[in-house]
């Protein structure tokens, strides 16, 4: 059974702060996710990455960055945390697609409050 | 560019009525979808795929290329379904990476 971990349920943080948020898979997939999912909006693509170092942008990359430094650990950081980024931080894996994509697998979701 | 539509933020429907949610694309090529689905209280999780062509938890989705339309349908709605419902379109182009297009998400309320 696919297991992706986060490191917080919900996080409160002050205007202007550095922000780590953690995501962990146990099934040695390749590539991993960070989404924001706000009402209305559904689910918007902050980074991607699909190996170990590797990363690329999604739609909206600006005031975030990501480190993966091992193939089961994908980071989210918010250099200098706004009150705009106020939002639900998904994070998701999946193999490598081949032929069609593969299922992507969800945590359970980081509240993040910038006060 | 690639988009998905779900034209409902919210649909109620009272328990043993006909559901339909629908999801919209644009996308020239020939599209892989996916209907996602998350409970109250649980995590985002894949329902169905287009191409599987199955029927998971009573729902199915056919794929219209003439209407660009992946609506997600069940015959008689139960109180379980209520839920938010993601349409998503596997992004052209991207390879081998499985990133996909998300829509905005319909509630669908199944009222008692």
């Known amino acids: 059974d696919v297991k992706v971990t986060q490191s917080s349920r919900y996080l409160v943080k002050r205007t202007g702060e550095k922000v780590f948020l953690e995501c962990v898979q146990d099934m040695d997939h390749e590539n991993m996710f960070w989404y924001r999912q706000d009402p209305g909006l559904g689910l918007r693509l902050i980074y991607f990455s699909y190996d170990v170092k590797m990363k690329e942008k999604g739609d909206i990359p600006e005031g975030y960055s990501v480190s993966r430094e091992k193939k089961e650990r994908f980071s989210l950081i918010l250099e200098s945390a706004s009150t705009n980024q106020t939002s639900m931080y998904l994070c998701a894996s999946s193999l490598i697609a081949g032929g069609s994509t593969y299922e992507q697998y969800f945590g359970p979701g980081t509240r993040l409050t910038v006060t | 560019a690639q988009r998905v539509t779900q034209p409902e933020k919210l649909l109620s429907v009272f328990k043993g009525a006909p559901v339909e949610l629908k999801c919209n694309y644009s996308?020239?090529?020939?599209?892989?979808l996916f209907w996602y689905v998350q409970y109250s209280r649980q995590r985002l999780q894949l329902l169905l795929r287009?191409?599987s062509r199955e029927s998971i938890k009573g729902f199915t989705a056919d794929l219209n290329k003439g209407e660009t339309s992946f609506h997600l349908k069940k015959p008689f709605a139960q109180e379980e379904d209520s839920a938010m419902y993601y349409c998503a379109l596997s992004r052209p182009g991207s390879g081998n990476t499985g990133k996909l297009i998300f829509g905005q998400g319909t509630t669908l309320q199944v009222k008692p």
């Open positions: 996308y020239s090529g020939s599209p892989e």
């Open positions: 287009h191409i």
